[in-house]
């Protein structure tokens, strides 16, 4: 299948920026170019929201809540998905999760999660 491992989360002060990515890596005969690649946050005690993501025609739609300060972006050859978050706010504190929507098929579709990385915003 396909695995996706995050990084680049960590401690920043209000206003900060992080840039998280999203490495993905193949298992025959899975190929990642069949994904379809989100960014997920998961607050303590709350529900995993959808924070950013890319169509199948690779548009990108965000969140209300990060619209104007998260940017997500991909580099195909690395096969790795970013978000860069910038102004970060202390409610953006999470767990962050990247996620690919692999596509057997039009209508046959997986979630594959990643492990999940950790974003702390202090005030």
């Known amino acids: 299948q396909v695995q996706l491992v995050e990084s680049g989360g960590g401690s920043v002060e209000v206003v900060g920026s992080l840039k998280l990515s999203c490495a993905a890596s193949?298992?025959?005969?899975?190929?990642?170019?069949?994904?379809?690649m989100a960014w997920y946050l998961q607050a303590p005690g709350k529900e995993r929201e959808f924070v950013s993501g890319?169509?199948?025609?690779?548009?990108?739609s965000y969140a209300d809540s990060v619209k104007g300060r998260f940017t997500i972006s991909k580099d195909k050859d690395k096969k790795e998905v970013y978000l860069q978050m910038n102004s970060l706010k202390p409610e953006d504190t999470a767990s962050y999760y990247c996620?690919?929507?692999?596509?057997?098929?039009?209508?046959?579709?997986?979630?594959?999660w990643g492990q999940g990385t950790q974003v702390t915003v202090s005030s």
């Open positions: 996620k690919c929507t692999y596509f057997f098929s039009r209508y046959t579709t997986r979630d594959i």
């Open positions: 890319f169509d199948r025609d690779g548009n990108t």
């Open positions: 193949e298992i025959s005969p899975y190929t990642s170019s069949k994904c379809k």
